[in-house]
Protein backbone atom coordinates (compact mmCIF):
# COMPACT_ATOMS: atom_id res chain seq x y z
CA UNK A 1 0.00 0.00 0.00
CA UNK A 2 1.40 3.26 -0.87
CA UNK A 3 -0.78 6.68 -1.04
CA UNK A 4 0.01 9.61 -2.35
CA UNK A 5 -1.35 12.90 -0.94
CA UNK A 6 -0.98 16.36 -2.34
CA UNK A 7 -3.06 19.11 -0.46
CA UNK A 8 -2.81 22.38 -2.08
CA UNK A 9 -4.27 26.10 -2.10
CA UNK A 10 -3.24 29.62 -1.68
CA UNK A 11 -0.61 30.71 1.18
CA UNK A 12 -2.52 30.94 5.34
CA UNK A 13 -4.99 28.11 4.43
CA UNK A 14 -2.93 25.94 6.66
CA UNK A 15 -2.07 23.20 3.85
CA UNK A 16 0.98 22.63 5.25
CA UNK A 17 -0.20 21.97 8.76
CA UNK A 18 -2.57 19.73 7.06
CA UNK A 19 -0.58 17.66 5.75
CA UNK A 20 2.04 17.74 9.31
CA UNK A 21 -0.87 16.18 10.80
CA UNK A 22 -2.17 14.22 8.20
CA UNK A 23 1.47 12.45 8.74
CA UNK A 24 1.49 12.13 12.21
CA UNK A 25 -2.02 10.28 12.00
CA UNK A 26 -0.44 7.70 9.91
CA UNK A 27 2.96 7.26 11.06
CA UNK A 28 2.29 7.46 15.42
CA UNK A 29 -1.36 6.73 15.92
CA UNK A 30 -2.59 4.17 13.10
CA UNK A 31 1.41 2.67 12.92
CA UNK A 32 2.09 3.09 9.13
CA UNK A 33 4.60 4.81 7.44
CA UNK A 34 4.52 8.34 6.39
CA UNK A 35 6.42 10.62 4.87
CA UNK A 36 5.57 14.38 4.17
CA UNK A 37 7.49 17.07 1.64
CA UNK A 38 6.39 20.23 1.12
CA UNK A 39 8.15 21.69 -2.17
CA UNK A 40 8.63 25.44 -2.10
CA UNK A 41 9.79 27.15 -5.31
CA UNK A 42 8.70 30.78 -7.22
CA UNK A 43 5.13 30.12 -6.96
CA UNK A 44 5.65 30.17 -3.12
CA UNK A 45 6.10 33.64 -3.38
CA UNK A 46 3.30 34.07 -5.36
CA UNK A 47 1.07 33.21 -2.58
CA UNK A 48 0.38 29.41 -3.61
CA UNK A 49 1.07 26.56 -1.17
CA UNK A 50 1.19 22.61 -1.52
CA UNK A 51 1.90 19.71 1.14
CA UNK A 52 2.29 16.30 0.11
CA UNK A 53 1.81 13.12 2.44
CA UNK A 54 3.17 9.52 1.17
CA UNK A 55 1.59 6.69 3.46
CA UNK A 56 2.38 3.18 3.36
CA UNK A 57 2.69 0.52 5.15
CA UNK A 58 6.15 -0.38 4.21
CA UNK A 59 9.56 1.56 3.35
CA UNK A 60 9.04 4.75 1.60
CA UNK A 61 11.86 4.43 -1.12
CA UNK A 62 11.05 7.56 -3.24
CA UNK A 63 9.80 10.35 -1.24
CA UNK A 64 8.17 12.76 -4.13
CA UNK A 65 4.84 12.00 -5.61
CA UNK A 66 3.96 12.46 -9.21
CA UNK A 67 0.51 12.46 -9.52
CA UNK A 68 -1.57 12.24 -6.09
CA UNK A 69 -3.74 9.03 -5.60
CA UNK A 70 -5.67 11.97 -3.21
CA UNK A 71 -6.13 15.39 -4.34
CA UNK A 72 -7.46 18.42 -2.06
CA UNK A 73 -7.84 21.74 -3.77
CA UNK A 74 -8.19 24.64 -1.82
CA UNK A 75 -7.99 27.61 -4.78
CA UNK A 76 -8.30 27.93 -8.15
CA UNK A 77 -4.62 28.31 -8.95
CA UNK A 78 -3.95 25.47 -6.83
CA UNK A 79 -6.24 23.19 -8.64
CA UNK A 80 -5.12 24.27 -12.52
CA UNK A 81 -2.04 23.62 -11.34
CA UNK A 82 -2.33 20.12 -9.60
CA UNK A 83 -5.55 19.31 -10.72
CA UNK A 84 -4.57 17.21 -13.42
CA UNK A 85 -1.29 15.38 -12.11
CA UNK A 86 -3.73 12.97 -10.61
CA UNK A 87 -4.67 8.80 -11.63
CA UNK A 88 -7.89 7.59 -13.30
CA UNK A 89 -9.31 6.46 -10.09
CA UNK A 90 -7.92 9.27 -8.19
CA UNK A 91 -10.37 10.77 -4.84
CA UNK A 92 -10.55 14.90 -5.76
CA UNK A 93 -12.26 17.21 -3.06
CA UNK A 94 -12.39 20.99 -4.04
CA UNK A 95 -13.51 23.88 -2.16
CA UNK A 96 -16.55 25.18 -4.11
CA UNK A 97 -16.15 28.68 -3.06
CA UNK A 98 -12.23 28.77 -3.10
CA UNK A 99 -12.81 26.64 -6.76
CA UNK A 100 -14.66 27.79 -9.58
CA UNK A 101 -14.26 25.69 -12.70
CA UNK A 102 -12.81 21.69 -12.58
CA UNK A 103 -13.07 19.63 -16.25
CA UNK A 104 -11.79 16.34 -14.86
CA UNK A 105 -13.21 12.70 -15.76
CA UNK A 106 -12.93 11.87 -12.16
CA UNK A 107 -15.39 12.46 -9.88
CA UNK A 108 -14.94 15.43 -7.95
CA UNK A 109 -16.27 15.86 -4.19
CA UNK A 110 -17.23 19.15 -2.95
CA UNK A 111 -16.96 20.26 0.52
CA UNK A 112 -17.18 24.07 1.61
CA UNK A 113 -14.63 24.09 3.64
CA UNK A 114 -14.36 27.56 4.13
CA UNK A 115 -18.36 28.20 4.96
CA UNK A 116 -17.88 25.18 7.34
CA UNK A 117 -14.99 27.02 9.56
CA UNK A 118 -16.91 30.43 9.13
CA UNK A 119 -20.21 28.88 10.30
CA UNK A 120 -17.39 27.05 13.24
CA UNK A 121 -16.39 30.47 13.84
CA UNK A 122 -13.00 30.82 12.38
CA UNK A 123 -12.03 30.17 9.15
CA UNK A 124 -8.31 29.24 9.96
CA UNK A 125 -9.94 25.44 10.60
CA UNK A 126 -10.80 25.03 7.29
CA UNK A 127 -7.72 23.19 6.51
CA UNK A 128 -8.79 20.67 9.48
CA UNK A 129 -11.99 20.37 7.82
CA UNK A 130 -10.37 18.71 4.80
CA UNK A 131 -8.76 16.81 7.03
CA UNK A 132 -12.08 15.32 8.39
CA UNK A 133 -13.54 15.10 4.48
CA UNK A 134 -10.32 13.32 3.20
CA UNK A 135 -10.37 10.62 6.14
CA UNK A 136 -14.11 9.70 5.33
CA UNK A 137 -13.58 9.56 1.58
CA UNK A 138 -10.44 7.79 1.66
CA UNK A 139 -10.00 5.96 4.89
CA UNK A 140 -6.18 6.33 4.08
CA UNK A 141 -6.29 7.08 8.42
CA UNK A 142 -8.77 5.85 10.74
CA UNK A 143 -11.04 8.62 12.35
CA UNK A 144 -9.27 7.84 15.79
CA UNK A 145 -5.93 8.45 14.36
CA UNK A 146 -6.51 11.89 12.69
CA UNK A 147 -8.55 12.95 15.51
CA UNK A 148 -6.01 12.70 18.05
CA UNK A 149 -3.15 13.79 15.75
CA UNK A 150 -5.36 17.23 15.01
CA UNK A 151 -5.75 17.27 19.14
CA UNK A 152 -1.85 16.63 19.34
CA UNK A 153 -1.33 19.28 17.17
CA UNK A 154 -3.41 22.41 18.43
CA UNK A 155 -3.25 24.52 21.42
CA UNK A 156 -5.20 23.62 24.42
CA UNK A 157 -7.56 26.27 23.90
CA UNK A 158 -8.19 25.04 20.05
CA UNK A 159 -9.09 22.29 20.53
CA UNK A 160 -12.85 21.94 20.83
CA UNK A 161 -12.95 23.89 17.51
CA UNK A 162 -10.42 21.77 15.53
CA UNK A 163 -12.61 18.82 16.75
CA UNK A 164 -16.02 20.42 15.77
CA UNK A 165 -13.98 21.02 12.66
CA UNK A 166 -13.00 18.06 12.33
CA UNK A 167 -16.33 16.20 12.83
CA UNK A 168 -17.89 18.32 9.95
CA UNK A 169 -15.59 17.81 7.67
CA UNK A 170 -15.92 13.48 8.21
CA UNK A 171 -19.65 14.49 8.35
CA UNK A 172 -19.67 16.22 4.93
CA UNK A 173 -16.67 13.79 3.46
CA UNK A 174 -19.47 10.93 4.47
CA UNK A 175 -22.69 12.59 3.59
CA UNK A 176 -22.59 11.51 -0.14
CA UNK A 177 -25.40 14.17 -1.48
CA UNK A 178 -25.27 17.23 -2.78
CA UNK A 179 -21.70 17.69 -1.40
CA UNK A 180 -20.22 15.11 -4.58
CA UNK A 181 -20.65 15.68 -7.75
CA UNK A 182 -19.94 13.06 -10.72
CA UNK A 183 -18.66 13.40 -13.88
CA UNK A 184 -17.35 16.18 -16.22
CA UNK A 185 -18.07 19.65 -14.89
CA UNK A 186 -16.90 23.11 -15.57
CA UNK A 187 -17.68 25.79 -13.63
CA UNK A 188 -19.77 25.73 -10.88
CA UNK A 189 -21.13 29.35 -11.34
CA UNK A 190 -19.92 32.22 -9.26
CA UNK B 1 24.23 25.15 -3.72
CA UNK B 2 22.29 22.64 -2.26
CA UNK B 3 22.12 22.61 1.37
CA UNK B 4 21.03 19.91 3.44
CA UNK B 5 20.09 20.53 6.57
CA UNK B 6 18.23 18.01 9.40
CA UNK B 7 16.52 18.75 12.45
CA UNK B 8 16.10 16.28 15.20
CA UNK B 9 14.94 16.07 19.21
CA UNK B 10 11.74 14.42 20.84
CA UNK B 11 8.59 14.89 19.88
CA UNK B 12 6.91 18.13 21.08
CA UNK B 13 10.08 20.28 20.51
CA UNK B 14 8.91 21.76 17.28
CA UNK B 15 11.79 20.08 15.19
CA UNK B 16 8.62 20.10 12.24
CA UNK B 17 7.88 24.13 12.76
CA UNK B 18 11.43 24.63 12.67
CA UNK B 19 12.49 23.17 9.24
CA UNK B 20 8.94 24.69 8.40
CA UNK B 21 10.15 28.12 8.79
CA UNK B 22 12.93 27.44 7.57
CA UNK B 23 11.85 26.11 4.04
CA UNK B 24 9.71 29.20 4.22
CA UNK B 25 12.82 31.76 4.96
CA UNK B 26 14.54 30.47 2.13
CA UNK B 27 11.84 30.61 -0.60
CA UNK B 28 9.63 33.12 0.35
CA UNK B 29 11.79 35.51 1.66
CA UNK B 30 15.34 34.91 0.02
CA UNK B 31 14.23 33.96 -3.16
CA UNK B 32 15.80 30.07 -3.32
CA UNK B 33 14.05 26.79 -3.51
CA UNK B 34 13.73 24.79 -0.44
CA UNK B 35 12.12 21.51 -0.35
CA UNK B 36 10.95 20.45 3.65
CA UNK B 37 10.54 16.56 4.83
CA UNK B 38 9.92 14.68 7.36
CA UNK B 39 9.79 11.10 7.11
CA UNK B 40 7.89 9.36 10.09
CA UNK B 41 8.59 5.57 10.57
CA UNK B 42 8.79 3.25 13.92
CA UNK B 43 10.49 6.09 15.48
CA UNK B 44 7.99 8.23 15.70
CA UNK B 45 6.12 6.37 17.91
CA UNK B 46 9.11 6.66 20.45
CA UNK B 47 8.78 10.03 20.56
CA UNK B 48 11.19 10.93 18.13
CA UNK B 49 11.42 13.53 15.61
CA UNK B 50 13.15 14.67 12.75
CA UNK B 51 12.89 17.13 10.08
CA UNK B 52 14.37 17.73 6.97
CA UNK B 53 15.35 20.66 4.69
CA UNK B 54 17.06 20.99 1.13
CA UNK B 55 17.79 24.75 0.00
CA UNK B 56 19.15 25.21 -3.67
CA UNK B 57 19.64 28.05 -5.60
CA UNK B 58 18.18 25.98 -8.51
CA UNK B 59 15.85 22.94 -9.02
CA UNK B 60 16.20 20.20 -6.33
CA UNK B 61 16.04 16.79 -8.01
CA UNK B 62 15.51 14.08 -5.23
CA UNK B 63 13.65 15.89 -2.37
CA UNK B 64 15.56 13.51 0.35
CA UNK B 65 18.53 14.06 2.26
CA UNK B 66 21.79 11.28 3.31
CA UNK B 67 24.06 12.92 5.03
CA UNK B 68 23.15 16.69 6.33
CA UNK B 69 25.58 19.89 6.13
CA UNK B 70 24.18 21.14 9.15
CA UNK B 71 22.65 18.91 11.69
CA UNK B 72 20.34 20.50 15.01
CA UNK B 73 20.26 17.70 17.66
CA UNK B 74 17.82 18.61 20.60
CA UNK B 75 17.85 15.09 21.96
CA UNK B 76 20.61 11.94 22.79
CA UNK B 77 18.60 9.60 20.70
CA UNK B 78 18.21 12.12 17.79
CA UNK B 79 21.85 12.93 17.99
CA UNK B 80 23.10 8.84 18.78
CA UNK B 81 20.96 8.21 15.19
CA UNK B 82 22.24 11.19 13.13
CA UNK B 83 25.00 12.51 14.28
CA UNK B 84 27.56 10.44 12.06
CA UNK B 85 24.88 11.00 8.79
CA UNK B 86 27.32 14.03 8.54
CA UNK B 87 29.67 15.27 6.18
CA UNK B 88 33.65 16.37 7.17
CA UNK B 89 32.69 20.04 6.99
CA UNK B 90 29.41 19.84 8.02
CA UNK B 91 28.06 22.25 10.73
CA UNK B 92 26.64 20.02 13.94
CA UNK B 93 24.72 22.27 16.81
CA UNK B 94 23.59 20.50 19.96
CA UNK B 95 21.65 21.88 23.49
CA UNK B 96 24.26 20.20 25.61
CA UNK B 97 21.37 19.69 28.27
CA UNK B 98 19.74 17.29 26.17
CA UNK B 99 22.56 16.01 24.24
CA UNK B 100 24.96 14.80 26.99
CA UNK B 101 27.55 12.97 24.58
CA UNK B 102 29.25 13.15 21.03
CA UNK B 103 32.10 12.15 19.89
CA UNK B 104 32.45 13.37 15.88
CA UNK B 105 35.79 15.01 14.19
CA UNK B 106 33.75 18.40 13.37
CA UNK B 107 33.85 21.21 15.28
CA UNK B 108 30.62 21.16 17.68
CA UNK B 109 28.29 24.40 18.24
CA UNK B 110 26.87 24.30 21.81
CA UNK B 111 23.71 26.49 22.30
CA UNK B 112 21.46 26.04 25.24
CA UNK B 113 18.47 25.71 23.47
CA UNK B 114 16.47 24.99 26.30
CA UNK B 115 17.76 27.16 28.51
CA UNK B 116 17.44 30.36 26.64
CA UNK B 117 14.09 29.60 26.00
CA UNK B 118 12.96 28.73 29.64
CA UNK B 119 14.44 32.20 30.66
CA UNK B 120 12.23 34.12 28.05
CA UNK B 121 9.40 32.28 29.56
CA UNK B 122 8.66 29.24 27.53
CA UNK B 123 10.45 26.13 26.43
CA UNK B 124 8.19 26.23 23.59
CA UNK B 125 10.37 28.57 21.60
CA UNK B 126 14.02 26.48 22.37
CA UNK B 127 13.74 25.55 18.27
CA UNK B 128 13.34 28.90 17.37
CA UNK B 129 16.28 29.64 19.54
CA UNK B 130 18.16 26.62 17.19
CA UNK B 131 16.97 28.16 14.06
CA UNK B 132 18.42 31.55 15.19
CA UNK B 133 21.71 29.84 15.91
CA UNK B 134 21.80 27.94 12.63
CA UNK B 135 21.45 30.76 10.46
CA UNK B 136 23.90 33.05 12.05
CA UNK B 137 26.32 30.01 11.89
CA UNK B 138 25.67 28.88 8.80
CA UNK B 139 24.28 31.74 7.08
CA UNK B 140 21.86 29.21 4.64
CA UNK B 141 19.20 31.96 5.10
CA UNK B 142 19.37 36.09 5.41
CA UNK B 143 19.06 37.46 9.09
CA UNK B 144 15.76 39.54 7.69
CA UNK B 145 13.96 36.47 6.13
CA UNK B 146 14.28 33.75 9.31
CA UNK B 147 12.72 37.02 11.03
CA UNK B 148 10.38 37.57 8.56
CA UNK B 149 9.32 33.87 8.29
CA UNK B 150 9.28 33.15 11.92
CA UNK B 151 6.92 36.12 12.58
CA UNK B 152 4.19 35.02 9.69
CA UNK B 153 4.38 31.57 10.98
CA UNK B 154 3.48 31.95 14.72
CA UNK B 155 0.08 33.95 16.28
CA UNK B 156 -0.09 37.29 17.02
CA UNK B 157 0.42 37.37 20.60
CA UNK B 158 3.49 35.28 20.57
CA UNK B 159 5.60 37.25 17.67
CA UNK B 160 7.13 38.70 20.32
CA UNK B 161 8.31 35.71 22.31
CA UNK B 162 9.29 33.86 19.13
CA UNK B 163 11.47 37.06 18.03
CA UNK B 164 12.97 36.94 21.42
CA UNK B 165 14.10 33.31 20.89
CA UNK B 166 15.08 34.63 17.27
CA UNK B 167 17.27 37.05 18.38
CA UNK B 168 18.77 34.77 21.46
CA UNK B 169 19.56 31.80 19.46
CA UNK B 170 21.61 34.29 16.48
CA UNK B 171 23.50 35.99 19.42
CA UNK B 172 24.65 32.24 20.83
CA UNK B 173 25.52 31.48 17.14
CA UNK B 174 27.47 34.11 16.79
CA UNK B 175 29.12 34.21 19.97
CA UNK B 176 31.83 32.00 19.35
CA UNK B 177 33.16 31.72 22.90
CA UNK B 178 32.38 28.97 25.46
CA UNK B 179 29.16 28.17 23.67
CA UNK B 180 31.47 26.36 20.66
CA UNK B 181 33.44 23.34 21.44
CA UNK B 182 35.96 22.43 18.80
CA UNK B 183 37.39 19.21 18.16
CA UNK B 184 36.77 15.74 19.60
CA UNK B 185 34.56 15.30 22.55
CA UNK B 186 32.61 12.71 24.67
CA UNK B 187 30.47 13.13 27.58
CA UNK B 188 29.25 16.57 28.49
CA UNK B 189 29.50 15.76 32.65
CA UNK B 190 25.81 16.04 34.05
Known amino acids: MRQEIRICGFGGQGVITGAVILGKAAAVYDGLIACQVQSYGPEARGGAARAEVIIADGQIGYPGIHTADILVAMSQEAFSKYGREVKPDSI ?7 VFSWEVSQTVHLVRSTKIAEGLGNVVVANIVMLGALTALSGVVS ?10 SVPARFKELNRAALEAGIAAGMGQGDAVTHGRRATAGR
Do not use: F, M, N, W
Open 92 to 98: IIVDPDT
Open 143 to 152: HEAILAATLA
